[in-house]
């Protein structure tokens, strides 16, 4: 049971170019979330997925894109990256929006 | 709107002492209250959870206190140890808007040997 992991761990992009962030749960949870951790900063909610083929913006959505691809997956892209996107991607799941959330490790991407 | 805030961004503690770390949040309809530990280069780890019908709630050595009338919440670990040291995130849960989770900035806690 990995629980939930990410893919890439660390990414360089340059201003323009586009990535999907990737996202797996083995725990059989409904929801998934994509948060984004800036220094000092505590956690801020991209997108989320509630339940298999539903997503919904969080509080700073602007320049991201989701798919929830299967109930074990939910990716993040980043169509035209800028400078502002650098930041430490965070992706989580829960049973239900009520429930606690599980994290992953992280995506750590830098945007020259 | 939402805001949850820690007082302390900084504690530092002697091994072995009990630590707590505190935090405000603004939302008096908040039902759900969790602490999240983070160490460096690693996700959030849950460590234990309220809900608002509740004032206390134990774990293995941490204790987590709510009170509702002032809005607070508290994050005591007994017997630190250096294993203990990371980043502390209380988060809040409204009844509105429940798939959001609302993060403070987060306290780092430092061990001294």
């Known amino acids: 049971n990995a629980g939930v992991t990410q893919t890439p761990k660390f990414q360089v992009l340059k201003t323009g170019q586009s990535m999907t962030l990737q996202c797996a749960q083995d725990m059989n949870h409904n929801s998934m979330y994509w948060y984004r951790q800036d220094p000092g900063m505590g956690l801020r909610l991209i997108y989320y997925s509630a339940s298999e083929g539903t997503t919904d913006k969080g509080e700073v959505p602007n320049g991201y894109n989701v798919s929830r691809l299967n109930k074990r997956e939910f990716s993040l892209r980043l169509e035209s990256a800028a400078p502002s996107q650098t930041s430490v991607y965070f992706c989580?799941?829960?049973?239900?929006?009520?429930?606690?959330?599980?994290f992953g490790p992280g995506t750590r991407l830098l945007v020259l | 709107g939402e805001s949850v805030g820690l007082h302390l961004p900084t504690l530092s503690v002697q091994e072995g002492d009990n630590s707590i770390i505190n935090c405000a949040y603004s939302?008096?309809?908040?039902?759900?209250f969790i602490w999240y530990k983070q160490e460096s280069g690693k996700g959030p780890q849950f460590i234990i959870d309220?809900?608002?019908?509740?004032d206390k709630r134990q774990g293995q050595r941490v204790t987590v206190l709510l009170n509702k009338t002032v809005k607070h919440l508290s994050l005591q670990i007994a017997a630190t140890q250096p294993g203990d040291s990371a980043v502390y995130f209380c988060a809040e849960k409204g009844i509105q808007g429940a798939q959001k989770l609302v993060f403070g900035q987060g306290t780092r806690l430092t061990i001294n040997p």
């Open positions: 939302n008096s309809a908040s039902d759900y």
């Open positions: 309220i809900r608002s019908n509740m």
């Open positions: 989580a799941s829960s049973f239900g929006g009520r429930e606690t959330q599980y």
